[in-house]
């Protein structure tokens, strides 16, 4: 008990920095992420289109909820299982690894008290929610500047031809009110690029196998990790091929989201909370012995062998000079001439 005493230590500055700088973070993401979804405080850029293009003639698939993917099961499943793993991991690292795997940093305040298990859960889940947040604003300011439209694009748009005056499927249409369809549906089909719920997918897959590669320990297989990380890629994978199969992106757009969610992931867990992993503990300095018995305790001095003074040093050449290295024998005293005559 006294080591682990020694060795925990505890902060006071986590509890204002994280009420006054990061909620203020976060809180700013959020009413950022909340005025380019469901306001119309930056307006879509509006881009031209070709008379006939069929690159662009793909069936309307209907709305996102009767989609084979429907937006409440896909932010469900985003939210829900990197939540449910991080609890799962944190739980079996503190209760089943040893005091010195733990972490020993205790958060402490006025009238706060975050031990390390609540400490690790809060940031981790805290910065994937800002991840999750930040892809929003990404994905979203990036349909918003281009405008690019989606293959439905003008079914849904639904053009009179004849009044715009197109004689070929050359002719380039800049009429900025060119539809006729329904205002809402054909402003959803200028979002497509890129793909927000392939972004969204990904980076929730990459957080969380990331979080599964570096924290969990699997001791006595090896193929139950690599099965778990893989079907959670496959999963985020078959979200972007289901949004290409029912014409609601381009492969380019889901390209560009599995990025754009996968680069968000991969800087958090690598830059931000780097890697899962938790703060060292300074190991402990040795103590030394006390008396027994009221004898004092004699430390004896080191006492360096010079076969280990020879061994370092370096080899050097026969014709280069040298210091003579080994004992000399005493001399020996011989009595002189002079001494012996007399005598």
């Not at 902060?11 to 006054?20: T, Y």
């Not at 469901?38 to 069929?54: A, L, M």
């Not at 778990?228 to 992106?249: D, M, P």
């Not at 103590?287 to 061994?311: A, D, N, Q, Y």
Request: overall charge positive.
């Amino acid at each position: 008990m006294s080591s682990d005493k020694q060795g925990m230590k505890s902060s006071s500055s986590i509890v204002p920095c994280f009420m006054c700088v990061e909620l203020v973070i976060m809180a700013g993401t959020v009413l950022l992420a909340y005025y380019f979804e469901y306001t119309d405080t930056f307006p879509v850029h509006i881009q031209g289109f070709f008379c006939y293009d069929r690159t662009f003639s793909k069936p309307y698939p209907g709305p996102e909820e009767s989609g084979r993917v429907p937006p409440v099961l896909l932010y469900s499943l985003v939210t829900a299982v990197p939540a449910v793993t991080i609890l799962a991991g944190e739980l079996s690292v503190f209760f089943l690894r040893p005091d010195g795997a733990r972490e020993k940093t205790i958060a402490t305040g006025d009238c706060c008290y975050f031990n390390p298990l609540l400490r690790r859960i809060v940031r981790f889940i805290g910065v994937f929610s800002f991840g999750l947040f930040t892809t929003t604003i990404f994905v979203n300011a990036g349909q918003v500047v281009t405008g690019n439209q989606a293959p439905h694009f003008l079914t849904a748009c639904r053009p009179n031809y004849t009044a715009l005056g197109c004689q070929s499927a050359l002719q380039y249409i800049t009429d900025r009110r060119p539809c006729t369809g329904n205002p809402s549906v054909v402003a959803s089909a200028r979002k497509s690029f890129p793909s927000k719920d392939a972004a969204l997918s990904v980076y929730s897959a990459v957080y969380t196998v990331m979080y599964v590669t570096l924290v969990f320990q699997a001791k006595g297989t090896r193929l139950t990790k690599p099965t778990v990380c893989l079907t959670l890629l496959s999963l985020a994978v078959l979200v972007g091929v289901i949004r290409v199969a029912e014409y609601r992106n381009h492969w380019s757009d889901v390209l560009a989201g599995y990025l754009t969610g996968g680069s968000i992931a991969a800087f958090l867990v690598t830059c931000v909370i780097n890697n899962f992993q938790s703060r060292r503990v300074e190991p402990l300095k040795p103590v030394r012995p006390e008396p027994v018995g009221g004898v004092p305790m004699m430390s004896l001095p080191c006492v360096e062998s010079p076969l280990e003074k020879l061994s370092e040093l370096p080899s050097q050449r026969s014709h280069e000079r040298q210091p003579y290295l080994y004992p000399v024998t005493p001399d020996v005293l011989l009595p002189s001439r002079s001494i012996s005559s007399e005598v």
